[in-house]
C-alpha cells in the first residue's frame, strides 16, 4: 500500500506525520519504506537519521548537437515547446536547463546531428532507518525541474508492506509526479486561513487525480473552527486531530520522531495508521 | 525565467523567501505591506496563494494565463497505431479512449502527465492529435488597503507556475512603474526550484524567513546557496525563535558566516495566528510582541535596500 502525506501549505506537519507513520508501521512489525519526494528541501533523513547505502546521480536527457552534421534548417527549434533550444542564422544553440527531455529535436532532425545526452540534475540517496526503508532525492542547487528528480525517487522505491511517499508542498508539478500512482492521500493541514484555503486547493488536486484521501487537521487547537466546517460540508473524513503540543514542536526543533520521544504519540499514530488501512482498503 | 523587468530606478524589488514551507513568509509580507509605504505588492506563490486571505483585495482587472500547450487526440482519426505512446516520454498516453472511426479503442492523452512538448502531434501519421495553447491560470491587479497587488491563481494540476510567476513579476513592475512606487514587494513560494528561481532572479535583495529547527536550517542553507547562484544579496529574519534558542543562534552564526545580513527574530506568538484569523497582519492587530519585532526586521530590511 503507498500512502502519500501531501499538504498545499507548507509547514503544516507533513514530514511529522510522514515519518512517525513510517515508524508506525515498522514497530507494528510490517516491512516499511519512507521516499522522501519533497526534492527541493528534503527533511525525512533529519528525523529518520537513516544509513545511506548507496548514492547515485539524477540524470536527465538533454539534446547534444554535431555542429558539423548540423544544417541550420531549424526543425528543432520549432519543435521545442521550451525554448531549450533555437537556432539563431542556422546556428543551433542550447539551454540544457530549459531542457524537458521530451526527444522532439533528435526525433525531428533530419541530418542526424543531435543525439540523446546526460545531465546530471539531483542526487539519489538509498538507505535504511532501523526498519525503514528510505529512499531520498535532492534537487541540485540551481536545478529548476525536480520532477525527473521525484520519478527517480519512485522508481528506488523498496517492496514493503507499507511506502509512505513525503510529497512537497503545494498543489503542482511537483506533487502531482509525487502522488500520481498511490493508493491513498493524507492531506495535512492546520485549522488557520491559510492553511484552510491551501486545503482546498489540495483537495481540488486530488479529487482531479481521482485518488481517495482524507485529512489530517495539525494544532487542531489553534485557529478557527472553519476546517472542521468544510470538511463536513464536503464529506470529507478527518482520520486525526492533533494538538498544538510544544513538546512536538520542541522535538521536531532537535529532529526527533514524536512517537520516539514522547511515548503518548504511538498509539496516536498506531491509531492513525489503523484508520488510513482501513479507508484505503474500503476505496479498493 | 526571465527577470527583465522595466522598472524605474527607484524601485526596489525585495522578495520574501524561505526554503521551507510554513515558516511565516507571507505573515511576514503582510506586516511589511502594513509598514512600508508606497509600495505595490506581488504574491508569487502561485501554488498556494494566501496573502489576498489577509489583505482582502478588490481586483480590478483580471487576464486568463497560458502557460503552453496540451495535446489532446482526436478519436475520429486516431488509428490507434500506437505510435504516441511509444515516443511520450512523460507517459501521458492511455490506451483507453472512445471508440474510433476506424478502430474499437482509441488512444488518449492523460491531461495530468502531459508537458505540452508536442512531440506526439508532430509525429502523429494519422494527423490525429490537435495541439493547443491552454488557459492553465489567471492573474489579477487588485486594490488592497496597503497599496496595489498582483496576484495569480494557478488551475488544479497545471504546469508552468514558473511562468506565471514571471507573469506576475512583469506586471507588478509595469505597475510599480505607472504609479512611482519606491518598493515591490514580492511573496515568494517554499522550495529551491522552479517557481522560487522565477521569483528571485534580478531582484535587488531576498529576505530569507526561517525557523529554529533543523528543518528550517537544512533549508535555510540550500534556498541561500540558490541566491548566491543567482547573485541576489540575502537577508535572514528566524521566525518563532523562541521555539527553539539554540537552534535560532545556531541559524544565525551560519547566516552571518554565509554573509547573509541578519535581519532579526519574531518571536512565537499565538497573535499572529489570531490576526491571521481576523483577516490583519499582526502589526494592525496587536501594538507590541511580535508586532514590535516585525517592525524592528522591517527597519533593517528597510536599511539594507537603501
Known amino acids: ?284 | 525565467m526571465s527577470g527583465q523587468h522595466t522598472m524605474t530606478d527607484h524601485t526596489k524589488e525585495l522578495v520574501v523567501i524561505s526554503g521551507k514551507g510554513g515558516t511565516g513568509k507571507t505573515s511576514v509580507v503582510a506586516s511589511f505591506a502594513a509598514l512600508a509605504e508606497n509600495a505595490v505588492l506581488a504574491d508569487c506563490d502561485v501554488d498556494a496563494a494566501d496573502l489576498h486571505l489577509v489583505l482582502g483585495p478588490d481586483t480590478i482587472r483580471r487576464e486568463d494565463f497560458s502557460g503552453g500547450k496540451r495535446a489532446r487526440i482526436i478519436p475520429e482519426k486516431c488509428v490507434a497505431c500506437g505510435k504516441c505512446a511509444e515516443l511520450c516520454r512523460f507517459d501521458a498516453i492511455r490506451f483507453d479512449g472512445l471508440p474510433g472511426g476506424a478502430v474499437a479503442k482509441t488512444y488518449r492523452v492523460d491531461p495530468i502527465g502531459c508537458e505540452g512538448c508536442g512531440v506526439c502531434a508532430w509525429f502523429c501519421p494519422a494527423g490525429a492529435i490537435e495541439f493547443a495553447s491552454v488557459v492553465n491560470g489567471q492573474w489579477f491587479v487588485s486594490e488592497t488597503r496597503h497599496g496595489p497587488m498582483v496576484h495569480a491563481k494557478l488551475h488544479v494540476a497545471e504546469e508552468n507556475s514558473g511562468k506565471l510567476v514571471s507573469t506576475v513579476r512583469k506586471q507588478a513592475a509595469e505597475v510599480a512603474a505607472e504609479r512611482g512606487a519606491t518598493l515591490l514587494l514580492v511573496d515568494g513560494s517554499p522550495g529551491i526550484g522552479c517557481p522560487v528561481i522565477a521569483s528571485i532572479t534580478g531582484a535587488d535583495a531576498v529576505l530569507i524567513v526561517t525557523e529554529p529547527t533543523l528543518s528550517g536550517l537544512h533549508d535555510l542553507g540550500r534556498v541561500a546557496d540558490v541566491a548566491m547562484h543567482f547573485n541576489i544579496p540575502a537577508l535572514v529574519c528566524v521566525n518563532k525563535w523562541d521555539l527553539n534558542a539554540e537552534i535560532a543562534a545556531r541559524i544565525e552564526a551560519d547566516a552571518a558566516e554565509r554573509g547573509l545580513r541578519v535581519a532579526g527574530r519574531v518571536r512565537y506568538d499565538r497573535a499572529v495566528t489570531d490576526a491571521q484569523v481576523r483577516r490583519q497582519s499582526v502589526v494592525e492587530f496587536v501594538p507590541d510582541g511580535p508586532a514590535e519585532d516585525m517592525r524592528t526586521v522591517w527597519a533593517a530590511v528597510a536599511e539594507a535596500l537603501r
Open chain 1, 1 to 284: 500500500m503507498n500512502i502519500a502525506v501531501c499538504s498545499g501549505k507548507g509547514g503544516t506537519g507533513k514530514t511529522t506525520v510522514a515519518t512517525n507513520l513510517a515508524v508506525t508501521v515498522s514497530a507494528a512489525a510490517r516491512s516499511a519504506g519512507y521516499l522522501d519526494c519533497d526534492v527541493e528541501e528534503p527533511n525525512g533523513a533529519l528525523f529518520l537519521k537513516p544509513e545511506v547505502a548507496e548514492t547515485r546521480p539524477v540524470e536527465v536527457s538533454i539534446p547534444e548537437v554535431d555542429q558539423a552534421k548540423c544544417t541550420g534548417c531549424g526543425q528543432c527549434g520549432e519543435i521545442c515547446q521550451y525554448s531549450a533550444i533555437v537556432c539563431v542564422n542556422e546556428q543551433v544553440l542550447v539551454f540544457p536547463e530549459l531542457c524537458h527531455g521530451c526527444a522532439g529535436c533528435w526525433l525531428v532532425c533530419p541530418a542526424g546531428a543531435i543525439r540523446e545526452a546526460k545531465r546530471p540534475t539531483g542526487q539519489l540517496a538509498i538507505g535504511a532507518a532501523g526498519g525503514v526503508q528510505w529512499v531520498q532525492g535532492l534537487l541540485n542547487v540551481g536545478e529548476v525541474m525536480s520532477p525527473p528528480v521525484i520519478a527517480a525517487v519512485k522508481d528506488a522505491a523498496p517492496d514493503v508492506d507499507v511506502l509512505i511517499i513525503d510529497a512537497p508542498p503545494g498543489t503542482s508539478c511537483p506533487v502531482i509526479e509525487s502522488v500520481r500512482d498511490s493508493d491513498f492521500v493524507l492531506l495535512v493541514t492546520e485549522p488557520t486561513p491559510f492553511g484552510l484555503n491551501d486545503l482546498k486547493l489540495a483537495v481540488e488536486m486530488v479529487r482531479a487525480l481521482a485518488l481517495p484521501f482524507a485529512v489530517v487537521i495539525n494544532r487542531a487547537d489553534v485557529g478557527d473552527g472553519e476546517t472542521t466546517d468544510y470538511c463536513a460540508a464536503e464529506g470529507i473524513d478527518v482520520l486525526a486531530e492533533l494538538p498544538d503540543d510544544r513538546r512536538v514542536a520542541e522535538a521536531y526543533s532537535r529532529g526527533e520522531i514524536a512517537c520516539e520521544a514522547i511515548p503518548d504519540y504511538r498509539d496516536i499514530y498506531a491509531q492513525l495508521l489503523e484508520r488510513i488501512t482501513q479507508e484505503a482498503t474500503a476505496a479498493e
